[in-house]
């Protein structure tokens, strides 16, 4: 929960209050950074304007803390915050009071990939978070924004805007707010997915329980208002397979349904979109019903948040050096030693997909032979974790060349592989590990992760650890975003699908109240497990 001002709830304020408070994101390797929000009690707004009541003590105390938390968020990735001036208010505030969530520093909204990963879901856990911390009121929680990029830029695009709004109703600029608020939240979560530089894994049960919560209600939102002729592109039986430009041409032209392949269940279907050239309803109608995907490592596999809960994927990760230049990314971490890099992988895991990661260094492509292999292995695979409701992951490490496809032609084997438990059980096999808060789920308080147990011998920790065995070229980048030569070799199978864990539900801080002395910022006691 809140750790509020003298502990009390924000009701119990006469006049208008603020404080910095913090979330974390201790899910990430190397990610110990903190979320800084400032939170503003019993506001009154006009056109976006804050006016305070309850004196010039009152301006006197928001003013400071507001200065001390801005300073302190500067520091941080996203940098271009904005907070405005306080003045009194000419009257005491009359009315309902409301709840709302003003974002500031939006990140890339017009990326597609970066919208829903760095924007959308991050509203979501914010918004999900601080109705928990009042009650779940049924009105929901209101959203505004600052029309400020983090690159600078002083304008938002909102092409992506009707997704976020089918989800939490109309988004608009901050300067639209009028009225009386019990709380506004300023500020921007940082839970968000590492780029896909290095090949280390992790897993969050809790940050798993969010995205799961977040799939359920962006899945239930969108089939009630997507049109009916956008949901008849795809069924449930249909695979697709995206195209993309920077597919090298021979898996442009791979075919993934001849005499190998072992469609299962029969009816499955393999279908071949370019999902680009269709408008935005048109794309994600075709998701919402399909039975998985097949796509090369790269932003389009973001719409795995679309497909129904325990889908299939498979992510073929072609090294850059076997792209063409013209295609290739700006992340010199993608060569062959330093393949696959993680982070569309481990979406889908933390989103209960079962999901296969094909790692491939040959200008030469694959035989469509193995290809189709490959594909019938996973919807093997897919079907059973279907009947036993777990999330799981592969790697095929090694048959990576063709001079190595030879080790396709007994069985198949995973050089790596992983289940766990689905939905994620974050509290315990009989809790649950999201619930119903107002019009929305929620998951639980992000200031602390759960670590599942057994941990593997080989890990010594609670992770992270490293996929697909390099050379010791991967270190010698000069860079830590390509990992540590002393991370551990992920072992190659372990299974989470019954965590032991003992089932608890006591309810902890949700955000920790930050202390802002000489530029130095602590937070309050962590939770922990």
């Given amino acids: ?27 990430f390797p190397g990610g110990e950074g903190e979320s800084i929000f400032v939170r503003f009690y019993n506001m009154l707004v006009q056109e976006g304007k804050l006016l305070v009541t309850g004196g010039q003590d009152a301006v006197t105390q928001i003013t400071e803390v507001t200065k001390d938390c801005a300073t302190s968020i500067e520091t941080l990735e996203f940098d271009q915050y904005i907070f405005p001036d306080f003045e009194m208010a000419p009257d005491a505030c009359q009315g309902s ?8 520093g939006l990140y890339h909204s017009f990326n597609y990939y970066h919208f829903v990963v760095d924007t959308l879901f991050q509203v979501y856990v914010i918004v999900g978070h601080l109705a928990q911390e009042l009650g779940c009121p049924s009105e929901g929680i209101e959203t505004y924004y600052i029309a400020r990029e983090n690159q600078g830029k002083n304008t938002v695009d909102r092409r992506y805007w009707p997704v976020m709004e089918a989800v939490f109703g109309p988004v608009n600029e901050v300067k639209t707010a009028n009225g009386c608020f019990n709380t506004m939240l300023y500020g921007i979560m940082h839970q968000r997915f590492l780029p896909c530089l290095n ?42 397979v995206i ?17 190998h392949f072992r469609p299962d269940p029969p009816e499955t279907k393999v279908v071949y979109v370019d999902i680009a050239s269709k408008p935005l309803s048109a794309q994600i109608g075709m998701l919402l019903r399909a039975r998985g995907l097949i796509s090369l490592q790269g932003a389009s596999l973001v719409n795995q948040v679309y497909l129904p809960q325990l889908s299939a994927v498979l992510e073929v990760v072609v090294a850059q050096d076997y792209i063409d230049q013209n295609f290739r990314l700006n992340f010199s971490g993608d060569a062959c030693y330093n393949s696959p890099t993680t982070c569309h992988d481990l979406m889908g895991l933390h989103l209960g997909h079962s999901v296969l990661v094909w790692k491939w260094c040959d200008h030469q492509g694959f035989p469509e032979k193995v290809a189709q292999e490959v594909l019938s292995y996973l919807l093997e695979a897919n079907q059973r974790m279907r009947s036993t409701s777990h999330g799981w992951s592969c790697y095929l490490c090694n048959l990576d060349h063709t001079s190595r496809m030879d080790l396709a032609s007994s069985s198949l084997e995973c050089d790596h592989e992983i289940t766990v438990a689905w939905p994620p059980v974050p509290h315990g096999l009989s809790c649950p590990g999201v619930r119903q808060c107002g019009p929305l789920m929620a998951g639980p308080t992000l200031l602390a992760e759960t670590f599942y147990r057994p941990v593997p011998e080989q890990l010594g920790n609670e992770g992270p650890c490293m996929l697909c065995k390099g050379g010791k070229e991967t270190f010698d980048k000069g860079d830590d975003w390509f990992g540590d030569p002393e991370t551990p070799i992920c072992p190659r199978q372990w299974d989470w699908s019954r965590p032991k864990l003992v089932c608890s539900v006591a309810q902890s801080k949700l955000f920790a109240r930050l202390h802002i002395q000489q530029g130095c910022m602590q937070s309050d006691d962590r939770m922990t497990n």
Wanted: include cysteine; charged fraction near 20%; hydrophobic fraction near 40%.
């Fill in 97 to 104: 009071r409301r709840n709302a969530v003003v974002l500031l």
């Fill in 1 to 27: 929960m809140f750790n509020g001002l003298s502990g009390k709830a924000a009701g119990a304020y006469e006049g208008s209050a603020a404080e910095c408070v913090a979330a974390g994101r201790v899910s």
């Fill in 199 to 240: 090949r280390l894994f992790w897993y969050g049960p809790r940050y798993s329980s969010w995205w799961h919560a977040f799939q359920r209600d962006v899945r239930e939102q969108l089939l009630r208002k997507v049109a009916s002729s956008d949901l008849s592109g795809s069924t449930s039986e249909a695979m697709l």
């Fill in 243 to 259: 195209q993309h430009r920077r597919m090298p041409l021979w898996l442009q032209e791979m075919k993934w349904d001849g005499q």
